[in-house]
């Protein structure tokens, strides 16, 4: 395995004396912690967003439209279209159990709807005891059908069923088994997690010259969008451990999400856009990289860590590579109207809630927290706002029962604005983001 680049104060002091990819100076670090302001106040809606009710009405819409069950009705009370044998249980491509063809292949998103269904159950769990068996049955459901995983190679499988050839859709679906046992307590999905990374994930560190780990078994090339991921799961783990009392086993782990976050480094570039040279930088691997270095900072209590995780943020708040101009601000770009694509930014809004609501960050950069919150509540403002959210009858166009999110947050989905596809990424990002605004709303600076 790879040694960490950060290992303590002096690995630190050692790496500013080196040229690694990525780095940037103190200087130029001081430089993006005071991006440019936009001069203009901006009022996004015309009222003041309660976003308790927006959360509410977005999520159950989400889940409803998109999480298939043989029980499912729509709006007028309709039995919905459902195969019973394959899909109950799990989140579908297209809205109301209408399955595509292509639905054996949902596996790596089911973990970012996960983790907007997650977070809307922590919301409303202690609130509503009819809403919160629902929704636990709903996981117990998607558990038995692990997640809607298509791998057909049992060795790749593990013994739990949740692995993959693709590292970083195991490591996502490892994530979201360990968010849901968080939310419920329910051992059985810790369990399914660790025994997934130790089995299925844990071995691949061995198959790159580097020690980062490769993006599946059939491809060994290392890339961004699995080592940020899979550092996550293994600070997690190695935090669980911790807790635990076993410290041989937190270290390993923690090894593990040092030397994945290491990867992370070594595609940064100095505005803390992650990308190899010539290639396209992406909102999910921004995310992914703020909080494994957030993680991976609380575990060490190295700020090396931290430093990056949040150059990461800002170069996604401010970066021309990844948004465009809309009314005189940054709004996240928009990255395709695929299934891949269009589910991006909801693993972004999902990790930055958590460093906005972490208040020990401050101790090391007292504004990164605001800004975060600032860029969050401006989408979630135009996604909530710009949805059509009128009850019109069957048949006439922008309903709130059939209006859809489209990929950028100030256009509804629709064929004029060629957002043909991406019904459950766009619809995903949308309500992760403003679960993540309900999440954060009472924060103040």
């Known amino acids: 395995m790879k040694t960490s680049l950060f290992r303590g ?29 936009v001069d203009k106040n901006h009022t996004y809606a ?12 977005c999520s159950t819409a989400f889940i409803g439209r998109f999480f298939c069950t043989p029980e499912a009705v729509d709006k007028d009370g309709n039995k919905l279209f ?6 109950n249980g799990v989140f579908t491509y297209a809205e109301y159990n209408n399955m595509r063809a292509d639905n054996f292949n949902n596996y790596w998103q089911q973990a970012h709807c996960m983790a907007a269904m997650v977070d809307y159950y922590n ?93 599946k078994w059939t491809d ?32 390993k782990y923690l090894a593990e999400a040092q030397t994945c976050f290491d990867q992370n480094i070594d595609v940064m570039n100095s505005d803390g856009t992650l990308a190899p040279a010539g290639g396209a930088p992406l909102s999910y691997t921004q995310g992914t990289c703020m909080e ?22 800002r170069g996604q708040m401010n970066s021309s590579r990844m948004n465009e101009l809309y009314n005189g601000e940054w709004v996240a770009r928009d990255e395709g109207t695929d299934e891949n694509n269009s589910i991006f930014k909801a693993v972004m809004f999902h990790w930055f809630a958590r460093m906005i609501l972490d208040t020990e960050v401050d101790s090391f950069d007292g504004k990164i927290r605001k800004e975060l919150r600032d860029y969050l509540y401006r989408h979630a403002s135009y996604y909530w706002a710009n949805i059509d959210k009128r ?31 991406g019904s459950q990424g ?20």
């Open 9 to 37: 104060i002096a690995a630190m002091m050692a790496v500013s004396a080196v040229a690694v990819t990525g780095s940037c100076s103190e200087q130029e670090y001081e430089d993006l912690t005071t991006p440019p302001r």
């Open 46 to 57: 015309p009222y003041a967003i309660d976003w308790t009710e927006a959360a509410d009405s």
């Open 82 to 87: 459902y195969k019973a044998d394959e899909y």
């Open 123 to 215: 919301r409303i769990k202690a609130s509503n005891a009819e809403e919160e068996a629902r929704i636990k049955d709903y996981f117990s459901r998607w558990y038995a059908q692990r997640g809607n995983n298509y791998e057909g190679n049992t060795d790749w499988k593990g013994s739990t069923g949740f692995g993959n050839d693709f590292t970083d859709d195991t490591s996502w679906i490892i994530i979201a088994l360990l968010q849901m046992y968080d939310a419920t307590g329910d051992v059985t999905y810790y369990d399914a997690a660790k025994k997934t990374w130790d089995e299925c994930i844990r071995p691949r560190f061995e198959l790159t010259t580097s020690g980062w780990l490769p993006w």
């Open 220 to 251: 060994l090339g290392p890339n961004e969008c699995t080592n940020g991921p899979a550092a996550i799961c293994a600070a997690m783990l190695s935090k669980y451990s911790q807790d635990a009392g076993n410290a041989k086993e937190a270290a």
């Open 292 to 313: 494994a270095g957030r993680l991976i900072w609380h575990l060490t209590g190295d700020e090396g860590y931290l430093k990056k995780a949040i150059l990461a943020g």
């Open 391 to 421: 009850d019109l009858p069957e048949g006439e166009y922008g309903g709130w029962k059939d209006a859809y999110f489209g990929v950028k947050c100030y256009q509804p989905r629709s064929a004029e604005n060629g957002d043909v596809g």
């Open 426 to 445: 766009a619809y995903a990002s949308a309500a992760q983001c403003i679960e993540a605004m309900c999440m954060i709303k009472d924060v103040q600076f």
